[in-house]
């Protein structure tokens, strides 16, 4: 568990004196984020944005030229230079850490003026000149959506102690002449500068209020909550969805989320205008599920903004989508998944068990491959894109020419019309495999490629491609997963055809296992043990689909004790924990959907 000591929100003040329950929670707080140090480039608990991909656990920047280039925007930055897109400068401004967007738009030049902003040290209040292909203007910030996130953006050197709103009526009368406009500045935290937020809806101030920010000036003495980049904040400040911290440290490990901020299972608070604004936040994509965004009730004011076409969210919104139309994993053909009739023999094709399982459909499973050692199948695998094949270390050696492996078959032995049978090229076995206890029990075998062709695998309707997920976090424990195989069923006997099962993942199984369970492992079956995984599976896939119905390789089978019997469950290779392996040899097109 990655957060030991999560933060809870509870209904007594978190401002109790010291010594009371609010010391005991400060302590809380210091355990679950400062010593994990979980901010917004902590991608295995967030998605990163499109100019920045995950390696290692951490958010790092992209080159330039990664960004796509269709569909997008060109922007100009402030050295006077034209980009093709906001991924491109926000790609650069990441390489660089200073901001760099001025404003959108095909002029771009010496003579054209350049975004800027200030703070007033008197009143707080917010000045921005916001500039077009003609001129620009002057204008105010208006204090609808502005909150600390933003303020933290505007004082992006020394962050924000506070954020308000000051009435337009106390201000307009000093010395320099005020806007009488204002314009709405939405930010999520990460921009290096108000540019680089959403800026829309321009309106006459009238007598209302405007946006204001209070920037440190020194460190408070009374520290509720210390960040990851070391800035203090108060505790009912955190878990609330809001980026205090700048860092989004004090978001990033909460049991509970208060004022209405939407909870992801991995612990991370997300604002309420982040559930149905077709934007991921939360890595099983749940904000965005359909039974969320009907059940989440959002303020007036959020879904009349939402009214607005919001050019960056728009800009992100375009390159996410052109970044993973690249990228197929995790759907199947649901054409074919209830196809209950077998398949004739077709002229296409080239020369542990699953205890309470039921038969699949023969094109049910598009990802499971069967794992041929000369004339014998043993065991299986599970397809995840291009060339690559994905199962257990114990079902290989290193001899690719006595395998081959066997797409979409469902009889053990008898192809049907969309069986593929496809040579090896190469094993991969982990480095650190250990055949006495199982640990790293993972493989890697690349498929052999048509003669003077660039692909292994036709193309063919009931073969598909399992996503590898990168975060060890994305599926947590109860969560309801598959298994398949052709292993032994409850009469001991091999199964003639494919089965697949249920099964829950389960936390702490260390007991049932002591020295045995090792790291990269993990366990799944149910509490009654009727359903588990057994001799003859092994290698084979265990599946977990998340919000929005992408599947993901979750587990690879290993091992066990007493198939099927109470308090011993299947014991998986967690695929996660090895990602930076599978995508080191693999690159990064057959390894993931998002964050790449």
């Known amino acids: 568990n990655c957060c030991p000591q999560s933060i809870s929100v509870f209904d007594e003040p978190l401002t109790s004196p010291v010594g009371g329950p609010g010391a005991a929670q400060l302590q809380w707080f210091s355990q679950g984020f400062v010593l994990h140090r979980f901010t917004r480039a902590s991608c295995g608990r967030v998605f990163c944005p499109p100019w920045q991909r995950c390696i290692e656990g951490v958010c790092s920047c992209k080159p330039p030229y990664m960004c796509p280039r269709d569909g997008v925007k060109p922007v100009c930055v402030r050295n006077h230079k034209r980009y093709f897109s906001y991924c491109q400068a926000m790609a650069m401004s990441c390489m660089s850490k200073t901001p760099l967007l001025s404003h959108f738009g095909e002029l771009c030049g010496e ?66 002449e005020l806007p009488r406009r204002c314009v709405t500045v939405r930010c999520q935290g990460f921009e290096l500068s108000l540019a680089e937020c959403e800026i829309y809806n321009k309106v006459d101030i009238g007598d209302g209020a405007v946006a204001a920010a209070r920037c440190y000036e020194s460190e408070p003495e009374d520290c509720g909550f210390t960040c990851a980049n070391d800035k ?272 829950s993942l389960i936390e702490g199984c260390q007991s049932s296992y002591k020295h045995r369970f090792k790291p990269g492992m993990m366990c799944a079956g149910d509490p009654e043990g009727s359903v588990d995984s057994c001799q003859g599976d092994s290698g084979g896939p265990l599946v977990c689909q998340d919000q929005l119905g992408v599947s993901y390789l979750w587990g690879i089978v290993s091992w066990g004790e007493r198939c099927g019997q109470p308090g011993f469950p299947g014991v998986y290779t967690q695929v996660a924990y090895y990602f930076e392996w599978i995508r080191s040899h693999t690159g990064w097109p057959a390894v993931t959907k998002f964050n790449s």
């Open 111 to 176: 003579k054209i003026k350049k975004f800027r902003s200030s703070v007033d040290k008197t009143t707080g209040v917010v000045k921005i000149f916001l500039p077009d292909n003609t001129a620009g203007e002057e204008l105010l910030v208006c204090h609808d959506q502005w909150d600390i996130a933003a303020a933290n953006v505007a004082c992006r050197e020394e962050g924000a102690a506070s954020a308000f709103a000051v009435d337009y009526s106390e201000i307009r009368g000093g010395d320099q």
């Open 232 to 503: 203090c904040v108060s505790l009912n400040q955190t878990c609330d969805g809001v980026d205090d911290c700048g860092d989004r440290s004090d978001e990033m490990c909460c049991k509970d989320c208060r004022n209405g901020a939407f909870h992801c299972n991995t612990g991370v608070c997300v604002h309420p205008d982040a559930v149905g604004d077709d934007q991921l936040d939360c890595l099983d994509g749940e904000d965005e599920s359909s039974n969320h965004q009907d059940s989440f009730s959002k303020p007036f004011y959020v879904l009349f903004a939402l009214k607005f076409e919001l050019v960056f969210t728009s800009e992100t919104r375009t390159t996410r989508r052109l970044l993973e139309s690249k990228l197929n994993c995790g759907i199947p053909n649901m054409e074919l998944v209830d196809d209950t009739e077998e398949q004739t023999r077709g002229q296409r094709s080239r020369k542990k068990r699953v205890v309470g399982g039921i038969p699949a459909n023969p094109t049910q499973i598009q990802w499971q491959v069967a794992l041929q050692e000369y004339n014998k199948i043993d065991c299986g695998g599970a397809y995840v894109g291009g060339c690559w094949v994905i199962t257990a270390a114990h079902c290989v050696r290193p001899n690719p020419a006595a395998f081959k492996v066997k797409f979409s078959l469902w009889r053990k032995y008898s192809p049907q019309g969309t069986t593929d049978i496809i040579p090896v090229e190469q094993i991969i076995i982990h480095p650190h495999y250990n055949p006495a206890t199982y640990q790293n029990d993972i493989a890697l075998v690349k498929l052999e490629k048509y003669p003077y062709k660039d692909f292994c695998v036709e193309e063919n309707p009931a073969i598909r491609a399992v996503c590898v997920p990168w975060s060890t976090e994305l599926f947590q424990p109860n969560h309801t997963c598959s298994i398949s195989g052709w292993g032994r069923t409850k009469a001991g006997r091999s199964s003639e055809v494919l089965l697949w099962a249920n099964v």
